[in-house]
């Protein structure tokens, strides 16, 4: 299995930010999609928001739009997760995940486990550890 080298969690009081860093290897990150995942105990893993390494574009669930951003370094082969106005509510242990083409459904297009209706997780064949992040109120 590839190896994703998360870091960047922790703990943060409402309203903090935290920037999430992944990174992989040439072959998992050129044109690819990578992205970042969430889960709490007890429910499913929830798609936060991907990219796809090959043009940059972007895709965001709908609870963070707006508030987190996800960005590419092609010479480091990693990932970003800039997270602001961080809420309560996004405290989850948070993956990285690689290894995903582009999916195609119903004339739509996007890196899966993002958006409704296009994919979910297990679209992804590579993934981290996890890191924790904690936001209290």
């Known amino acids: 299995q590839e190896h994703l080298e998360e870091s960047g969690g922790g703990s943060v009081q409402a309203g903090g930010t935290l920037r999430l860093s992944c990174k992989t290897s040439?072959?998992?990150?050129?044109?690819?999609?990578m992205g970042w995942f969430r889960q709490v105990p007890g429910k499913e893993r929830e798609g936060v928001a991907a990219?796809?390494?090959?043009?940059?574009?972007?895709y965001y669930g709908a609870p963070v739009k707006g508030r987190f951003a996800i960005s590419q370094d092609n010479a480091k082969n990693t990932i970003y997760l800039q997270m602001n106005s961080l809420k309560p509510e996004d405290t989850a242990l948070y993956y990285c995940a690689a290894e995903a083409v582009l999916f195609f459904e119903g004339g739509r297009m996007a890196c899966p486990g993002i958006l409704a209706g296009l994919g979910g997780p297990d679209e992804y064949n590579a993934w981290g550890q996890g890191t924790q992040v904690t936001v209290s109120s």
């Open positions: 990219i796809y390494t090959g043009d940059g574009t972007t």
């Open positions: 040439a072959k998992i990150f050129t044109t690819n999609c």
